[in-house]
C-alpha cells in the first residue's frame, strides 16, 4: 500500500504537467520515442535516467546526462527493429559555456516499403511511411551534483497520405553523490501533443512517460547496478482482464484466477540492469524488463523475453556499443551505437 500511496503523492506534485497528458492519450507510441535507442542503455533495460557519469548518447532521450565532456563527439545509434523497420538517432553538443550546454539532434523510424490495393484489391503504388524528429536541448549544471535538462522536440509522422505534426519535450533531473558512487534521477520523457495532418490521423497527447531511476556503483568492485521505476504517472499496466477470473468450458464453474495483482502490477513498473566495468575501454551490460516478459508471450513461450545483453569498446577516438533486445514476437533485435571524436 505504501507504493500506491507514493504515487499519490507524486501525481498530486505533478499534477499541472501531466494531469491533461494522462486524461488525453488518444494517439499510439512513436517507436523513437518510446525506446532507447542506444545500444547501452538497451542493454540496460531501457531509457536510462541516472548514471554516475555524464553519458552523450543519452542526448537523444535524456538532456540531464548530457555535459561538455560530449563536445566534438557526435552520437550515432542504429536498431533493427525487424523486418523493414528501422529506427535512429544522431546527436551532438553544439555550444557549452559555463554551466550550460546546448546539443541538438535527430530521431527516427522507418517503416519500409508496402504495397497499394484501392478497395477492390487492384494494386496502386507503393507507398512508405516513418516518425521523423527533430530536437534541441539545453543541459543547467546548477551546482556540483545536481543537474537539470530540457529537450524540445517536434516532426511529422506519416504512411502512405496520412500525416500528422507532433510537438513536444523531454525534462530530466539527476542528483550525484561522487564519493558514493550514487545517482538519483527522474526523466518526463515524451510529453507532446500530435495535430492533425492529412487524412484521417487522430489529434491528441503522445504517451508520456515518468521514470525515476537508481544507479549505484562501489569503491571495489568493478561493476554499476541499475534500477529504474516507470510509469509513475499511472499504476495499472497490466492488460483489461488480467485478473479476471476464468470458467470450465464443460461444466461453467469459475475458476479462480490466482495472481497476487498488487505484486503482478507493482513488478510491471520495474526494470533493472547491471554493468560491469574491466578497465577504461571495455564493459558489459545486461537487462531484465518484467513486464515485456509478461506481455511478449507467445504460445505460453517466454524464451528471452525481457532480457537484454550489450557490450562497449574503445578504440582510440571511437566508441563502439553493441546491444541485442527483444522488443517483439520476431525476435531479437540488435542495436549499435558509435561514439566519434571529430578531429581538432
Known amino acids: ?29 512513436s517507436t523513437p520515442l518510446e525506446l532507447a535507442i542506444d545500444a547501452r542503455s538497451s542493454a540496460l533495460g531501457g531509457k536510462i535516467v541516472a ?23 557526435i552520437h550515432v545509434s542504429y536498431l533493427n527493429y525487424f523486418a523493414g523497420v528501422n529506427v535512429g538517432a544522431v546527436d551532438a553538443v553544439i555550444f557549452n559555456k559555463k554551466k550550460v550546454t546546448l546539443h541538438t539532434g535527430v530521431r527516427f523510424a ?18 512508405t511511411g516513418g516518425d521523423y524528429y527533430a530536437q534541441t536541448g539545453i543541459t543547467f549544471r546548477l551546482d556540483t551534483s545536481v543537474t537539470l535538462g530540457v529537450t524540445a522536440w517536434g516532426g511529422f509522422r506519416n504512411l502512405a497520405r ?39 490521423q487522430p489529434v491528441g497527447w503522445t504517451p508520456m512517460n515518468l ?20 510509469h509513475l504517472e499511472k499504476w495499472g499496466l497490466a492488460p483489461i482482464g488480467t485478473y479476471a477470473d476464468g470458467s470450465d468450458p464443460l461444466t461453467g464453474a469459475v475458476i479462480a484466477n490466482g ?6 502490477q507493482l513488478s510491471r513498473h520495474i526494470t533493472g540492469g547491471v554493468e560491469m566495468i574491466f578497465g577504461e575501454n571495455f564493459s558489459a551490460q545486461i ?21 537484454s545483453i550489450g557490450m562497449g569498446m574503445k578504440f582510440g577516438d571511437l566508441d563502439v556499443s553493441l546491444a541485442r533486445n527483444t522488443y ?8 549499435i551505437s558509435l561514439g566519434i571524436n571529430l578531429p581538432g
Open 162 to 200: 496520412e500525416n500528422a505534426g507532433v510537438l513536444g519535450l523531454d525534462f530530466g533531473i539527476v542528483k550525484r553523490w561522487k564519493s558514493k558512487h550514487f545517482a538519483v534521477g527522474v526523466l518526463a520523457s515524451s510529453i507532446g501533443r500530435q495535430f492533425a495532418g492529412t487524412g484521417s
Open 1 to 29: 500500500m505504501r507504493i500506491k500511496a507514493l504515487h499519490i503523492a507524486i501525481l498530486m506534485i505533478i499534477s499541472p504537467i501531466v494531469g491533461g497528458v494522462c486524461a488525453q492519450e488518444t494517439v499510439w507510441v
Open 328 to 335: 517483439h514476437f520476431a525476435g531479437s533485435s540488435t542495436i
Open 51 to 73: 548514471d554516475t557519469k555524464p553519458y552523450g548518447h543519452a542526448a537523444s532521450y535524456n538532456p540531464s546526462l548530457v555535459d561538455s565532456s560530449s563536445n566534438g563527439v
Open 110 to 127: 522507418t517503416y519500409g516499403n508496402f504495397s497499394g490495393f484501392d478497395a477492390s484489391g487492384w494494386p496502386t503504388e507503393d507507398f
Open 259 to 264: 495472481k497476487w495483482e498488487f505484486g503482478d
Open 211 to 230: 521514470q525515476l531511476g537508481l544507479t549505484k556503483g562501489f569503491n571495489h568492485a568493478p561493476f554499476q547496478i541499475y534500477l529504474k521505476y516507470q
Open 287 to 307: 537487462g531484465y524488463d518484467h513486464r515485456r516478459r509478461l506481455e511478449m508471450v507467445a504460445a505460453g513461450r517466454k524464451g528471452t523475453n525481457g532480457i
